[in-house]
């Protein structure tokens, strides 16, 4: 989550730090194992006051566990794919690292007071807002591998929240005193654009919309949200909430956003669609943070001067429960939710492979890799939290599902992540040949079938049948051709390209009336599709004199 805090007693904490004047009493609290069970993933709440972040029930919001961690933890990030939990401790000028499996803090990263602290979406960053002198904070860039600083990224004065956009090219930065926003390149670690605000306009925090194209700051000082453009850098929308909001959070399908008013106890609904306000929902004292479940199931709010937890139902804005904790939560954050992929666009395509797919569907920032049925895409492209691209692979024929995986898991399979690889066109071309064979005993008409691939692919099947005079049976039948009165159909299987299959019958001249004697051959099925229906059929006709003199050509 971003930045998420009573600003006024935040200020008057930093100063304590400084000054080494020290901090109010804290109390310790057992460690006990960091997941509980629930119907989604566990909350985090960072726990000030209790130099702890509790692991909460995601239905009750109350805690089921806590995490000890260092002294004063005033924001919290956990990874991705769920296993580590980020602490900003600014008391003990840390950076703690624990396991949410075990609950313990497994390392501790040097920062001088950090201030925020976030994860890309890849899992592959950790971003640490902090001080460095007065008037200059900076974002510390941790290595989650080694978990050491790898680089120290110089803003103004701030630092009090950062958002990656969902490609996570690029992070955001709410500077409080500067009333400002950095932007970050994530990939060079320098700072690309600041977004100068109104003297008046302090962003306690803010969020990044799912698509990518617009940041919310709430502005703690103006009593209002602004929006700022992803594309330009500019503030396109302000909307008037109500005093000092802070700490803000954006539904998973980025209708509405979330902050909360601590002045009045209470969490302001913004819908983005027209950037106002829709609804005001009463909370516990004084909400310092806010925290859209990214299910889409729950909105939690963090009661600083309550010492709770309100769980409002996102569909009607009613508080469903209040957990209760020991301290005053400070901050909230949770795992993102697994992938999800809704629908393909193209649903087809050749089985060579080749071309942009373009997979829609939710919870896919982060993204690392595509699978068309097991076989790996390349060029993958996080576009934004509803939308991937990839480059097609090449497939046997058939119907496979498309997944996405990000570090919180891989899509499950449905109707609507099918993708069909079609098998090359492959043209056969019919031909037909009669010659007579005569005698007194047993003259008759010979005929050879021929059916020859011209590609590109190879036939799978295909079924040619021969048209014969009215009533008349053929004999002498090659394997795969049977004959009912006035036809011949014959069954080829696999024919490669550039490969013919032939069939060979008879037709006695005994039972043929003197004269004109056609049969005419057509391709009745074939797979895969044939691309030519011109050369799909021929016909041979031969001279009947009498059973001692024929002609065919």
């Keep these: 989550m971003t930045r998420h805090f009573l600003l006024r007693t935040r200020a008057a904490l930093t100063a304590c730090l400084l000054t080494g004047t020290g901090l109010v009493a804290v109390t310790a609290v057992t460690a006990v194992p960091a997941h509980a069970a629930g119907t989604s993933q566990p909350v985090y709440a960072a726990e000030l006051r209790a130099n702890a972040v509790g692991v909460l029930d995601p239905v009750t919001g109350a805690p089921t566990s806590t995490i000890p961690v260092g002294v004063a933890p005033v924001d919290v990030a956990v990874s991705p794919d769920g296993a580590t939990l980020y602490s900003a401790d600014q008391g003990s000028n840390i950076i703690s690292v624990a396991s949410t499996t075990t609950g313990t803090v497994t390392a501790t990263v040097a920062v001088q007071l950090p201030r925020s602290v976030a994860v890309s979406p890849d899992g592959t960053q950790v971003y640490a807002g902090h001080f460095v002198s007065p008037g200059v904070s900076a974002i510390a860039v941790i290595s989650p591998v080694t978990n050491t ?24 930065v709410a500077n409080f005193q500067d009333h400002s926003v950095s932007v970050i390149n994530t990939a060079t670690q320098t700072v690309t654009a600041t977004t100068v605000l109104p003297a008046s306009s302090t962003p306690s ?53 979330y902050t909360a008013l601590p002045a009045t106890n209470s969490l302001a609904v913004i819908d983005t669609a027209s950037n106002t306000v829709s609804a005001t929902v009463a909370v516990g004292a004084a909400p310092v943070d806010v925290l859209a479940d990214p299910a889409g199931t729950a909105v939690y709010v963090a009661n600083f001067g309550g010492k709770s937890i309100s769980v409002i139902d996102p569909t009607t804005n009613a508080v469903t429960a209040t957990g209760a904790l020991s301290a005053g939560p400070y901050a909230l954050t949770t795992a993102p939710a697994p992938p999800a992929v809704t629908s393909i666009s193209p649903t087809s395509g050749p089985a060579a492979g080749g071309g942009t797919v373009t997979i829609t569907g939710t919870g896919l920032s982060g993204t690392g890799a595509v699978s068309f049925g097991g076989i790996p895409a390349t060029a993958v492209t996080v576009v934004n939290d509803f939308t991937v691209t990839a480059t097609i692979p090449a497939h046997a024929a058939g119907t496979v599902d498309i997944t996405a995986t990000t570090p919180a898991g891989t899509s499950a399979t449905s109707p609507g992540d099918q993708y069909t690889y079609v098998a090359p066109p492959a043209d056969i ?65 696999s024919i490669a390209n550039g490969a013919s299959a032939t069939s060979t019958f008879r037709l006695p001249i005994g039972l043929l009336n003197i004269g004109h004697v056609t049969v005419t051959a057509t391709r009745a099925t074939s797979a895969p599709t044939d691309p030519n229906a011109a050369n799909d059929g021929d016909s041979a006709t031969c001279t009947v004199v009498s059973i001692i003199l024929a002609t065919c050509p």
Aim: net charge negative.
């Design 205 to 257: 925090s803010l969020a990044v919309t799912p698509d990518g194209t617009a940041v919310y700051a709430p502005a703690y000082n103006s009593n209002n949200v602004l929006v700022i453009s992803t594309a330009t850098n500019t503030v396109t929308a302000t909307i008037s909430t109500g005093t000092n909001p802070q700490g803000l959070s954006i539904s998973p399908d980025g209708t509405k956003a």
């Design 149 to 172: 600083v790898t680089a120290d990224i110089t803003l103004g004065n701030g630092a009090d929240g950062i958002a990656f956009t969902p490609d996570g090219s690029r992070a955001y």
């Design 429 to 493: 071309a019919v031909d037909l040949t009669a010659a007579p064979h005569l005698g007194i005993l047993v003259p008759y008409l010979s005929y050879t079938l021929t059916s020859h691939n011209t590609g590109p692919g190879a036939v799978t099947s295909a079924t040619l049948t021969a048209t014969l005079p009215a009533g008349k049976t053929a004999t002498n039948l090659s394997a795969g051709c049977t004959s009912s009165p006035g036809t011949v159909t014959c069954t080829y299987g």
